[in-house]
């Protein structure tokens, strides 16, 4: 499984989901909406899709939103594919209401990088915080090889320039738990210092880890690492976790987080006293495929960002398709009940 080196990877593991791994010990049967506690309402269409003609006709995916100055912004993964070839770059749009979007004239905000650098195929995942003038950019950088993670900056969340460290976050060693890829995940900046929980694979699983940084790109990483198992054979979110959101409630940690099995993916929820212990909800996942596999996110639903919404309700942007990662993907909306 472990090909660090192979020219033919070049799809990224985030995407792939760890395809060559079997069934064994996944659940039989992906539960739908009406067989889990009704926690998400959906809005049963995209919010965000591709524009045919153009650098992201073919699939979005993974989007990161701020509310700024009473106006959503989303930063988002899109691509044109070239074959079997999905070239990501990083575009933004920006929204009144979170729900219907206007995506940038400058788009696409971020590409790949240059030859022979560590992004030089493409680039994706971003998660944007801002800092008090200045926003920072995480994302996932891929080269032929492997993935790893970037940083960028920006007065304006539009004009973004790469961090002369690229890439901030390797692994220390190629048979750590995150040897094989590092991919970027949600950025909470408290107390003066920016604090990631980072998506790590070693060939067989993908987990969570933490580490922290006083500038945005130099990162130390927590020496208990991972922070988060996948749940094991048998479980829903077996053989990996990938962290979408974490925020603070005012006395502790939420997670959103997709896990699964290819095509299979679902969003499930953890908190944490301290950002390092997690636990689990109950055995299940929190947000589940459309009802009788008939609505737009049959394949799969991940990578959820979550704002606060009004009142006590809470707001969530997700990836999902008819299709699969690589055809058709569009940014989903939903909120709690």
């Given at each position: 499984?472990?090909?660090?080196?192979?020219?033919?990877?070049?799809?990224?593991?985030?995407?792939?989901?760890?395809?060559?791994?079997?069934?064994?010990?996944?659940?039989?049967?992906?539960?739908?909406?009406?067989?889990?506690?009704?926690?998400?309402?959906?809005?049963?269409?995209?919010?965000?899709?591709?524009?045919?003609?153009?650098?992201?006709?073919?699939?979005?995916?993974?989007?990161?939103?701020?509310?700024?100055?009473?106006?959503?912004?989303?930063?988002?993964?899109?691509?044109?594919a070239e074959g079997q070839n999905v070239p990501f770059s990083i575009g933004h749009a920006t929204s009144a209401d979170g729900i219907t979007?206007?995506?940038?004239?400058?788009?696409?905000?971020?590409?790949?990088?240059?030859?022979?650098?560590?992004?030089?195929?493409?680039v994706y995942m971003p998660y944007v915080v801002k800092a008090g003038d200045t926003y920072h950019m995480w994302y996932?950088?891929?080269?032929?090889?492997?993935?790893?993670?970037?940083?960028?900056?920006?007065?304006?969340?539009?004009?973004?320039?790469?961090?002369?460290?690229?890439?901030?976050?390797?692994?220390?060693?190629?048979?750590?738990?995150?040897?094989?890829?590092?991919?970027?995940?949600?950025?909470?900046?408290?107390?003066?210092?920016?604090?990631?929980?980072?998506?790590?694979?070693?060939?067989?699983?993908?987990?969570?880890?933490?580490?922290?940084?006083?500038?945005?790109?130099?990162?130390?990483?927590?020496?208990?690492?991972?922070?988060?198992?996948?749940?094991?054979?048998?479980?829903?979110?077996?053989?990996?976790?990938?962290?979408?959101?974490?925020?603070?409630?005012?006395?502790?940690?939420?997670?959103?987080?997709?896990?699964?099995?290819?095509?299979?993916?679902?969003?499930?929820?953890?908190?944490?006293?301290?950002?390092?212990?997690?636990?689990?909800?109950?055995?299940?996942?929190?947000?589940?495929?459309?009802?009788?596999?008939?609505?737009?996110?049959?394949?799969?639903?991940?990578?959820?960002?979550?704002?606060?919404?009004?009142?006590?309700?809470?707001?969530?942007?997700?990836?999902?398709?008819?299709?699969?990662?690589?055809?058709?993907?569009?940014?989903?909306?939903?909120?709690?009940?």
């Open positions: 499984m472990k090909t660090l080196k192979s020219r033919n990877r070049i799809l990224p593991w985030a995407l792939m989901g760890l395809i060559m791994v079997t069934a064994t010990g996944c659940p039989d049967k992906v539960p739908t909406e009406e067989e889990l506690p009704l926690i998400w309402e959906k809005n049963y269409n995209p919010v965000l899709t591709g524009t045919g003609g153009t650098w992201d006709e073919t699939t979005l995916i993974q989007s990161s939103v701020l509310f700024i100055d009473n106006v959503y912004h989303m930063w988002y993964g899109g691509a044109k979007w206007t995506k940038d004239p400058s788009n696409p905000v971020l590409v790949k990088g240059p030859e022979g650098s560590f992004d030089d195929h493409m996932t950088g891929r080269d032929m090889q492997n993935e790893h993670i970037g940083h960028a900056t920006s007065p304006d969340g539009v004009v973004w320039t790469r961090s002369a460290s690229n890439p901030v976050l390797m692994p220390a060693t190629q048979t750590a738990w995150d040897g094989v890829d590092q991919s970027s995940g949600p950025v909470l900046y408290r107390d003066n210092k920016f604090h990631m929980w980072y998506n790590g694979a070693d060939g067989t699983g993908i987990r969570v880890g933490y580490a922290t940084s006083d500038d945005g790109f130099n990162w130390t990483r927590h020496p208990g690492n991972p922070v988060m198992d996948n749940g094991g054979e048998g479980h829903w979110d077996f053989p990996r976790i990938q962290a979408g959101t974490v925020i603070h409630n005012g006395t502790g940690y939420e997670m959103w987080y997709g896990g699964g099995a290819f095509g299979s993916w679902l969003i499930g929820h953890a908190t944490s006293p301290d950002g390092i212990a997690w636990q689990r909800d109950a055995d299940h996942p929190c947000m589940g495929l459309c009802n009788g596999y008939t609505g737009w996110d049959i394949t799969y639903v991940g990578w959820p960002t979550v704002l606060p919404g009004t009142g006590t309700k809470l707001r969530m942007w997700y990836s999902s398709t008819t299709n699969t990662v690589f055809q058709g993907g569009a940014i989903g909306y939903a909120e709690t009940k």
